[in-house]
Antibody, heavy 119, light 108 residues
Framework: EVQLVQSGAEVKKPGESLRISCKGS????????IGWVRQMPGKGLEWMGI????????RYSPSFQGQVTISADKSINTAYLQWSSLKASDTAIYYC????????????WGQGTLVTVSS | EIVLTQSPGTLSLSPGERATLSCRAS???????LAWYQQKPGQAPRLLIY???NRATGIPDRFSGSGSGTDFTLTISRLEPEDFAVYYC?????????FGGGTKVEVK
């Protein structure tokens, strides 16, 4: 069974750094792209970017380029999303999702990580 | 960037009724590159339809997708209690990938 298990909720202050994780299991982790999707409170879904753990090839949405960093450690089947300096507007639920083979829709989703940024 | 506009914002229907959800693209999207997701409160999105009309694993056949060019439709033939949720379309013909703003299907 394909599973994506994300790290737990975080409460941070503006200006702090953060890395959240997404651990894949039940499939060949290095062979499928993993994407990150933001959902701000009460709002819709926004694609942030995507990484291929096999070679760490990474693409970003222009809206998130330079704002976050996506990475992966294939030795532990884990993808990451990180911020160097959080803002209050980063408050959201962040989902990781595994892309389908050969097409950019998302077949499997993590449970989401709530990030709250507040002074 | 392709903008997807979903309508209506909210659809109020009763169990057993037919739901018709619209997704309009700002420019042409091959029907092979459109997906639909369902999201219930407190849950992650779930893939329903991909390639415009293919149901994902485990999705009942009361869900169907259709359309072409810039206009796409998700149809739920007879609403079951578990179908009341928010539905999103997504295009994957070009980067950046984009989602529609969602349609909430609520109990009338």
């Amino acid at each position: 069974e394909v599973q994506l298990v994300q790290s737990g909720a975080e409460v941070k202050k503006p200006g702090e750094s953060l890395r959240i994780s997404c651990k894949g299991s039940g499939y060949g982790f290095t062979s499928y792209w993993i994407g990150w999707v933001r959902q701000m409170p009460g709002k819709g879904l926004e694609w942030m970017g995507i990484i291929y753990p096999g070679d760490s090839d990474t693409r970003y949405s222009p809206s998130f380029q330079g704002q976050v960093t996506i990475s992966a450690d294939k030795s532990i089947n884990t993808a990451y999303l990180q911020w160097s300096s959080l803002k209050a507007s980063d408050t959201a639920i962040y989902y990781c999702a595994r892309r389908a083979e050969g097409a950019e829709y998302f077949q499997h989703w993590g449970q989401g990580t709530l990030v709250t940024v507040s002074s | 960037e392709i903008v997807l506009t979903q309508s209506p914002g909210t659809l109020s229907l009763s169990p057993g009724e037919r739901a018709t959800l619209s997704c309009r693209a700002s420019r042409g999207v091959s029907s092979s590159y459109l997906a639909w997701y369902q999201q219930k409160p407190g849950q992650a999105p779930r893939l329903l339809i991909y390639g415009e009309s293919n149901r994902a694993t485990g999705i009942p056949d009361r869900f169907s997708g259709s359309g072409s060019g810039t206009d796409f439709t998700l149809t739920i033939s007879r609403l079951e209690p578990e179908d009341f949720a928010v539905y999103y379309c997504q295009q994957y013909v070009s980067s950046p990938l984009t989602f529609g703003g969602g349609t909430k299907v609520e109990v009338k």
